[in-house]
């Protein structure tokens, strides 16, 4: 990823005063609404819905208790951004949909589990919004798990409970290609028109078990399919506005009225490719420039993984268009707010699985910023604590509240 500018934070949630420095050539920050946003920030429980890192840590040896340079989120940079929770997906491609998807999703969880336990003082597991709350009480992270492509489920309601008795607490139904639930909208075309038979049965097994429905990458059919088999709320776990940039992942208008009514939340992504158009389009013509060394690259390391994804990454970032500035992002919340109120919106960065991000939020320790700008453009303490996870918390609870009556 390219910035022009890059922040160090070091120790942020902790300082109550931060002197005026450049956020980007043409913006200072305010030192006394930046002593407030920090302060809003600790009071909040901020949670992010949506991280990539157990692909990092299982294949590429990352180590979340220490501080790395080499990807997106650690525990340490966690406590630097004042990050209280986060949902470690475990991402299964559908390119694995047929090849013991389960397995892959499964080693993933058990690398999840191996390094929060390793770290006891800085990390804990937790499976509902009460064990959130004990865990920000004790100055914890706390640590979630779901799981990106419902392929892992290999077409067993059977393995859905297990997933959910392992601590899973959301499924992304599928990723960038359709799969035996429902179709993808990265697709090229339609596999099932929207849900499948098994994909319905998987809907309201996971209403009853109080497991999120996660409906970011599903088709616009699949999601208005969902919506009307589901019995509870669901969410989009790291989706955008579609009217501000154009993806077929991002949520129309439509969506997010629909997903609002159900008293679901989109949590917004940090994906630079989904949140400014200019950027996506840029980068869409610079994909296609550097296509034939990624397939060199490809070729060349297909036995080693870590090696296959740092020469992929360097030079993706070598190709990567200038990020886009944090506005951009809270453009997209300030749309949903104004669309259908603030109750209905949260953060979902896809940190480790996007490549690149708005200056200033390269990586986790960048969270306060969003408070600041939030704050910049007259949004109440209140409604910032919503956004930040408030918003979150209660459609989680909506979620088990609605399963606790179906048993």
Known sequence: MRSRFKIVFIGLCMLSVIPFFYLSGEEKIDSQLWEKALKIHREAIVIDTHC??????????????????????????MKEGGLDAVFFAAFVSNDLDQKKPAKKALEMIDEIYRQVEKYPGLAKMAFSPQDIRDIHGQGKRAILLGIENGGPLEGSLRLLRDFYRLGVRYITLTHNDNNDICDSSGAKTPEWNGVSPFGKEVVKEMNRLGMLIDVSHISDRAFRDVLEISGAPVFASHSNVRSICDVGRNLTDDMIRALAKKGGVIQV???????????????DANEKTIEPEMNIIKEKYKDN???YWNETIALWKKAAPPAPQIEKLIDHIDHVVKLVGVDYVGLGSDYDGAGSYPV??????????????????????EDIKKILGGNFLRVFEKVIRASDSNR
Do not use: W
Request: aromatic share 10%.
């Open 269 to 283: 992504t940090f994906c630079a490719f989904f949140v400014d158009q200019e950027y996506k389009n840029k980068a």
């Open 360 to 381: 200033g939020l390269e990586n986790v320790s960048g969270f306060p910023l969003i408070t600041y700008h939030l704050l910049k453009r007259g949004y109440s303490q």
């Open 52 to 77: 990539d890192t157990p692909m990092v840590m299982l294949d590429r040896g990352l180590d979340i208790g220490r501080k790395s340079d080499k990807n997106d989120l650690d525990l340490i940079r």
């Open 305 to 307: 993984t870590e090696a």
